[in-house]
Nanobody
């Protein structure tokens, strides 16, 4: 399974961007997908996650109220709508998909290659 991110770019403070992450094929029906980011010199951090079942979402405190994660299971894609962007949102954003294989319990964990988001002041 490949995860391909798109939608990154350069935007001014207060602007918006929408990231997309498309999976090359469906994996298992029950999974979680999410967005992480890594700024230069910092550890990778969770931004937002969404479950495949009931669509439960989870956000980092730093993005609550500004970012919205959503998913379209029919096309194996998740999105991250980012509004009111700040310079501290500048980072490489990574998509992740993980879960457990039904029946065997074996874990799986896929990452995308990342897309750069730069917010200029």
């Amino acid at each position: 399974v490949q995860l391909v991110e798109s939608g990154g770019g350069l935007v001014q403070v207060g602007g918006s961007l929408r990231l997309s992450c498309a999976a090359s094929r469906s994996t298992f029906r029950i999974n979680t997908m999410g967005w992480y980011r890594q700024a230069p010199g910092k550890q990778r951090e969770l931004v937002a996650t969404i479950s495949s079942g009931d669509g439960t979402t989870n956000y980092a405190d730093s993005v609550k109220g500004r970012f919205t994660i959503s998913r379209d299971n029919a096309v194996n894609t998740i999105y991250l709508q980012m509004n009111s962007l700040k310079p501290e949102d500048t980072a490489v954003y990574y998509c992740r998909r993980w879960g457990v294989v039904p029946g065997t319990g074996a874990p799986y964990d896929y990452w995308g290659q990342g897309t750069q988001v730069t917010v200029s002041s």
